[in-house]
């Protein structure tokens, strides 16, 4: 096991949860369940950083993850997330003025958030998505968007990148340090170049209980002063950090102009303070767990069928920690139709659509990200469906 932190290499780490048997992909289209059930030889060990604050996963191994073309975690389906994203896109396109721009997107899954930066050609920017899991048309808009199903690297400098995004990649990524300077060397000016990034607060997860939000993908995990060392240590400095999306998401603007620009006053960081919420979250997890597991199984006793509504990383995650052996919860409900009729790695639940979910007699559902439930509640009334909705948190 790793226990030297990636970030800012210290060898006090803190192992705080440890599990067996976890799925290593928990967005990827599995049509046979039988497969879906063999996909479980994670390991997770998380570690927390006494020096930063980092956590990351001490027994993460990179050669087990290979993203390609069966990786799926496309959340535009969804009303709300399609609304968070425009206003985003209204930030960086009204507030931040990007205009004739060159845009780098680092991990852009399908584009959708590249195409909305770049579709309107009044703007005049342009957009170059790097994706190895990419499905779609190579290039758009008259040649203003393009796509590479690759990762971003040196290979690709002559672009000359005005903005990078990478939202939602760094967490995937166990050494973010060689992100950091991987994404430097492949810039040819690398000060004028501003960079935004999307990732995960773990302190949401901790504070929050949210048990979970812990899976294999996500190798790496960041607060405030933690993501703050790492883009120090690279030569970045951060102009803005805000918590977003309810405050499950942290969003930083940074450039590597090595401090010239507006720097972030850094709180000196407080191990004792973070200890103490790793241990509040230690206290209750296995309780957590156990709870709702009888709780479901109390359900099931008296014939109600409880589906989970939401099959990304949060279902397939509670799935495998609740139901391993698939004899609890009916089914997983998810929006995105190319998610439906696949299976939930390491389980083997079916996803499927709300409508089969009730058809095959479903009484309940489990709301994964709490985000979404007022979208749920009106999905449910549009179908005039009649489904007891459970919240987690
Ligand atoms: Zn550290």
Request: some cysteine.
């Amino acid at each position: 096991m790793n226990l030297n932190c990636p970030v800012c290499d210290s060898k006090h780490s803190y192992l705080f949860l440890e599990r067996k048997n976890t799925p290593i992909f928990q967005n990827i289209i599995i049509p046979d369940q039988s497969v879906a059930t063999q996909l479980k030889d994670g390991k997770i060990s998380l570690l927390a950083c006494q020096e930063c604050g980092f956590v990351f996963n001490g027994d993460f191994n990179e050669n087990k993850i290979i993203y390609n073309q069966a990786y799926e975690n496309c959340q535009f389906h969804s009303n709300y997330f399609n609304n968070y994203v425009s206003g985003l896109i209204e930030y960086l396109l009204e507030e931040y003025k990007i205009r004739n721009s060159r845009i780098i997107e680092i991990g852009c899954g399908q584009g959708e958030f590249l195409k909305k930066l770049v579709e309107n050609p009044k703007y005049g920017n342009y957009g170059f998505g790097f994706d190895p899991s990419y499905r779609g048309e190579d290039i758009l808009f008259d040649g203003r968007l393009s796509f590479q199903k690759d990762y971003y690297s040196e290979k690709y400098i002559d672009i000359d990148a005005d903005i990078i995004v990478c939202r939602h990649v760094i967490e995937h990524i166990s050494d973010p340090l060689m992100l950091l300077g991987n994404i430097r060397k492949a810039l040819r000016n690398p000060k004028e170049t501003i960079l935004f990034f999307e990732t995960p607060c773990i302190n949401w997860i901790l504070e929050n209980h949210v048990f979970w939000d812990f899976f294999y993908e996500h190798c790496s995990y960041f607060n405030m002063n933690s993501i703050l060392t790492a883009f120090s240590s690279s030569g970045l400095t951060i102009r803005q950090i805000n918590h977003i999306f309810e405050g499950q998401y942290l969003w930083a603007e940074a450039a590597f102009d090595s401090g010239t620009g507006n720097r972030i006053t850094q709180e000196p960081f407080c191990w004792r303070e973070f200890k103490q919420v790793i241990d509040n979250f230690v206290k209750v997890e296995n309780l957590m767990v156990n709870n709702w597991r009888n709780k479901i199984s109390a359900l099931h006793q008296r014939n109600y069928k409880v589906a989970i509504w939401g099959a990304g990383a949060k279902g397939v995650t509670f799935a495998n920690l609740i139901d391993p052996n698939c004899n609890l919860i009916n089914c997983a409900i998810d929006i995105n139709p190319n998610k439906q009729g696949n299976y939930i790695p390491g389980t083997g639940h079916l996803i499927t659509n709300v409508e089969s979910a009730v058809r095959k007699g479903g009484t309940h559902a489990i709301i994964m990200n709490p985000n979404y439930m007022s979208e749920i509640q009106e999905i449910l009334a549009l179908k005039n469906i009649d489904l007891k909705l459970i919240k987690l948190m």
